[in-house]
Each structure stands twice: as C-alpha cells, then as structure tokens.
C-alpha cells in the first residue's frame, strides 16, 4: 500500500480532477451553458441555478455552511454524526419515507460531509424536483431526535470508523498527518472524529447542533440540469420559502496557525502494508486567504509537478528513470482556511524509498531555482481551464463545484472567472509560490512502511 492515493477533501476538487483525466484531448467542447443564476430567499436561503437542457436530470443539493471545524471542543465527529441523523424520520415522514421516495422514481441521493460544510443531494427527473424540495425543506427544521435514535445511529458512525479508519493503516497515517501539519486550526482534528468523543455524543449535543446550524439563512441552494431560474425560484418558495429564517451566525472564525520552523517526520509501520511510501506537506493558503493570483499559482504548480502522465514527476520518476511505481502532487484549495500542498510516490518494488524521495525533492528544486517554461505553463493552463469546460457536461459536478466555492468564501463570480484568473497566471508566479510555501524546513514527511521497517 503506498499514499499515492491520499484522501481528498474536497468532493468539487476530485471532480474536476476526475473530469480532467477522463477527457480525450479531441473531444468536442461542450455547448456553452445558459447564465448562471443566484438569488436570496426571504428568510436568506442563497439559490444558485445552473442550467442545462440536453439531459432530463436535475441534480438538487442544499449545502450547509458548517463542518467539522466548526464543532466544539470535545464534540469531534458531531457534524458528520447529524449528516447520519439527517436520514431519519420527520414529523412529518416516517424513517425511510424519504429514501423510498427517490428509489421509487429512479433517481439517486447522498450526502457528505468535511471539514467547511455539509452537502445533501438527489439526482431526479425534473417533474421530481418539487418533492425532493419539499423533503429536504421538511427535514431542515423537523428531525425527529429521540435517545433511540441517537443511540442506535452513534454506533453506526463507531463502526463506520472502526472499518474505513482503524481498519486502514494509510487512514490512520494520514490522520496523524493532519494533526502534525495544524498544529493550532480545527483542521487538526479528523472529520469523522476522535473514537473517544464520537463515544460521548448524546442527543443533547444533536439537538444544539442542529439548532444552531441548520437553518435557511445558513444554506445554499444548489440546482443543476433540466431546468430554469424562475421554476427553481417558484418551487424554492413554496418550500424551503417556508422555513422560518434562523439566528444569525457570527463570522467563521477559527484559530489561526502560528509560524511553522520545523521540518517533522510522522512514521507508520504495519504488516498489512507491502510496499512503502512517502508523501510531504506544506501549509498554503486556500483561494480564500491567498494573496491575489497565488493559489491560481498554485493550483498550476500542482498540475506541472505532479498533475498527471504529463507532469514533471510523472515524466522523470516513471517514464524515465523507473524509480517510482506512482507519483504526483495535489493542492486542495477549496478552504476556507489556509489548506496544504502535497507530494507523494512509492517505489517500483520494496526497496528504493530514500532514491525515490530525493528524486522529488530534486524536481522541486529545480523548479524552485530555474522556474517552469512558457511551454509547459501554457500547456498546464489548458489542462486546468479544459478542466473546467468539460466539467459542464456534468450537471453534479457543476453543483458540486459551485456549493463548494459557496461555502467556503467563495462567490459565483469567483467561479465563472476562474479560468480567466488561471490564464494570467506567469511563470514567475509559479517559482515565487514554490519558493514561498514549497520549504524543506517547514514540512511534513509521512512514511509508510511494511512492519519489517524500510527497504530502501
């Protein structure tokens, strides 16, 4: 096992990278969108309608602005536990009347949660649409929260990390990671909890949760695919337009990192693991904190280093010298906090772990010292913007793209210019972020290891 495939935090960002991957250079474009719309409810619920006829499907998602930074102290894990609880009866519905609801017409319903927000989503049929409205509507105000309730969905959470976390060594690695990185910031703390609090959660906790968070004026609206900005507005009104508007949230204020000055190592061995692997972090900022163009900087410097069979990693590391099995470099700028800048590889076979990292190192350097050529920016950029085109044929991942921006400081505006922010972007950006945030003495190094220790 190596950490080639580190978790993602952010579903928008593994979309568009997905998209990007799965697009053949001579695809035709997609036709371009009708505008994008946003407007306010009444009680101060944000709508956003995205367009797009050629599919009769329409995806609806209602973002919360709250996640698990957001928890209090001591209460890890509550905000992905009432992800669950959201799933159970109303005063209004049975348990199960809403899950049956979307299987009895085809369509399809999920949710997730990170650490900036909370996102529920159906894909239907459009003459759908109103139902699904008025059940999401339902349970944003009127769960039915009983000890019973709670009791039996807080084991489901426990097992729920028994198996994809403590199961996992890789899991467990990337948690001590992320506590290592923050040393201060609620990033720190996993988002599905420490095993030790999730076991304290009561419906006490629930219920204050719930009162605080979800409510209209701290939701986004989100509606892609086969529809227009005045039927989502109508249908909007008649449901979620009769949700009483809720307390004022205060500003998403969070504990600010103090200055890093130290390189760290964080080292995992496990018998289950049969090839070893590294991956380094660095704190960056997000689109949200960052100076202006810098996280476009770095969102390129990700793809040229290690975006994909194209980049310098994956041209060096595999195609050339055959030190490594699997390569790359991920910037997770959708936060609304500073965020991180990750590289990673596992070597062809057991041994070479130590080549392997050097080698990486030596790639960042380079870039570091001589810069990117004007070739292979411009080519990054167009694999970045192209990213976003195809991404239209994808009413999901339009939601997706833009509930994440949302609630996480972000506007419409932001989105639609993306692309223009990504072509500005110069070369000597590109060195100057890498110079900046890329520091072997402000690091993070994760290995993985078989149990036997390294073979490198």
Same mark, same amino acid.
């Not at 719309?37 to 944000?46: A, V, W």
């Not at 085109?389 to 991942?397: E, M, S, V, W």
């Given at each position: 096992?190596?950490?080639?495939?580190?978790?993602?935090?952010?579903?928008?960002?593994?979309?568009?990278?997905?998209?990007?991957?799965?697009?053949?250079?001579?695809?035709?474009?997609?036709?371009?969108?009708?505008?994008?719309?946003?407007?306010?409810?009444?009680?101060?619920?944000?709508?956003?309608?995205?367009?797009?006829?050629?599919?009769?499907?329409?995806?609806?998602?209602?973002?919360?602005?709250?996640?698990?930074?957001?928890?209090?102290?001591?209460?890890?894990?509550?905000?992905?536990?009432?992800?669950?609880?959201?799933?159970?009866?109303?005063?209004?519905?049975?348990?199960?009347?809403?899950?049956?609801?979307?299987?009895?017409?085809?369509?399809?319903?999920?949710?997730?949660?990170?650490?900036?927000?909370?996102?529920?989503?159906?894909?239907?049929?459009?003459?759908?649409?109103?139902?699904?409205?008025?059940?999401?509507?339902?349970?944003?105000?009127?769960?039915?929260?009983?000890?019973?309730?709670?009791?039996?969905?807080?084991?489901?959470?426990?097992?729920?990390?028994?198996?994809?976390?403590?199961?996992?060594?890789?899991?467990?690695?990337?948690?001590?990671?992320?506590?290592?990185?923050?040393?201060?910031?609620?990033?720190?703390?996993?988002?599905?909890?420490?095993?030790?609090?999730?076991?304290?959660?009561?419906?006490?906790?629930?219920?204050?949760?719930?009162?605080?968070?979800?409510?209209?004026?701290?939701?986004?609206?989100?509606?892609?695919?086969?529809?227009?900005?005045?039927?989502?507005?109508?249908?909007?009104?008649?449901?979620?337009?009769?949700?009483?508007?809720?307390?004022?949230?205060?500003?998403?204020?969070?504990?600010?990192?103090?200055?890093?000055?130290?390189?760290?190592?964080?080292?995992?061995?496990?018998?289950?693991?049969?090839?070893?692997?590294? $991956? #380094?972090?660095? &704190?960056?900022? @997000?689109?949200?904190? =960052?100076?202006?163009?810098? %996280?476009?900087?770095?969102?390129?410097?990700?793809?040229?280093?290690?975006?994909?069979?194209?980049?310098?990693?994956?041209?060096?590391?595999?195609?050339?010298?055959?030190?490594?099995?699997?390569?790359?470099?991920?910037?997770?700028?959708?936060?609304?906090?500073?965020?991180?800048?990750?590289?990673?590889?596992?070597?062809?076979?057991?041994?070479?772990?130590?080549?392997?990292?050097?080698?990486?190192?030596?790639?960042?350097?380079?870039?570091?010292?001589?810069?990117?050529?004007?070739?292979?920016?411009?080519? $990054? #950029?167009?694999? &970045?913007?192209? @990213?976003?085109?195809? =991404?239209?044929?994808?009413? %999901?991942?339009?939601?997706?793209?833009?509930?994440?921006?949302?609630?996480?400081?972000?506007?419409?505006?932001?989105?639609?210019?993306?692309?223009?922010?990504?072509?500005?972007?110069?070369?000597?950006?590109?060195?100057?972020?890498?110079?900046?945030?890329?520091?072997?003495?402000?690091?993070?190094?994760?290995?993985?290891?078989?149990?036997?220790?390294?073979?490198?």
């Amino acid at each position: 096992m190596s950490l080639a495939a580190q978790p993602v935090r952010h579903l928008a960002t593994a979309l568009l990278l997905l998209l990007l991957s799965l697009a053949p250079a001579f695809a035709e474009a997609p036709r371009p969108q009708e505008r994008v719309e946003n407007f306010l409810l009444g009680n101060g619920m944000e709508v956003v309608v995205i367009p797009d006829h050629r599919a009769p499907i329409v995806t609806h998602m209602v973002w919360y602005k709250v996640g698990s930074a957001d928890e209090p102290p001591g209460k890890s894990g509550i905000a992905h536990f009432f992800e669950h609880l959201m799933f159970k009866g109303t005063t209004n519905h049975k348990p199960g009347e809403f899950d049956a609801a979307v299987a009895e017409i085809g369509g399809d319903q999920n949710a997730f949660t990170s650490y900036d927000y909370t996102a529920y989503f159906q894909t239907v049929a459009p003459d759908a649409l109103g139902g699904m409205m008025g059940l999401e509507a339902d349970r944003m105000r009127n769960l039915t929260l009983t000890d019973d309730v709670i009791a039996t969905e807080r084991d489901v959470v426990l097992e729920e990390r028994r198996s994809r976390i403590e199961g996992d060594p890789q899991s467990l690695l990337s948690e001590e990671v992320q506590a290592t990185l923050f040393q201060n910031h609620p990033y720190r703390v996993p988002v599905i909890g420490w095993m030790h609090e999730m076991e304290q959660l009561n419906r006490e906790d629930a219920v204050a949760f719930y009162d605080r968070y979800y409510t209209p004026n701290n939701a986004v609206l989100v509606v892609a695919g086969d529809v227009d900005a005045a039927t989502v507005k109508r249908l909007a009104e008649e449901t979620y337009g009769k949700v009483a508007r809720g307390p004022d949230l205060p500003p998403r204020l969070r504990p600010i990192e103090p200055e890093q000055n130290t390189s760290r190592t964080v080292t995992m061995a496990d018998p289950r693991v049969t090839i070893p692997g590294f $991956a #380094k972090y660095w &704190l960056a900022p @997000s689109y949200r904190t =960052a100076e202006p163009g810098e %996280a476009e900087a770095m969102d390129l410097l990700s793809e040229i280093l290690g975006g994909g069979t194209r980049s310098r990693l994956y041209q060096q590391l595999i195609v050339k010298s055959d030190l490594a099995a699997g390569t790359g470099a991920f910037y997770d700028g959708t936060a609304l906090d500073e965020t991180s800048f990750v590289v990673h590889g596992s070597p062809r076979g057991p041994d070479g772990l130590a080549k392997l990292e050097a080698a990486v190192d030596a790639e960042i350097v380079r870039i570091q010292r001589d810069g990117v050529s004007a070739d292979e920016l411009d080519r $990054a #950029k167009n694999r &970045l913007v192209r @990213s976003m085109i195809f =991404a239209r044929d994808n009413p %999901a991942g339009m939601a997706n793209m833009y509930g994440a921006a949302l609630t996480t400081g972000n506007t419409v505006e932001d989105v639609q210019q993306w692309p223009a922010r990504i072509e500005a972007v110069t070369a000597e950006q590109v060195k100057a972020a890498a110079l900046k945030y890329l520091k072997p003495d402000q690091s993070v190094t994760a290995y993985l290891l078989p149990a036997a220790g390294t073979s490198n």
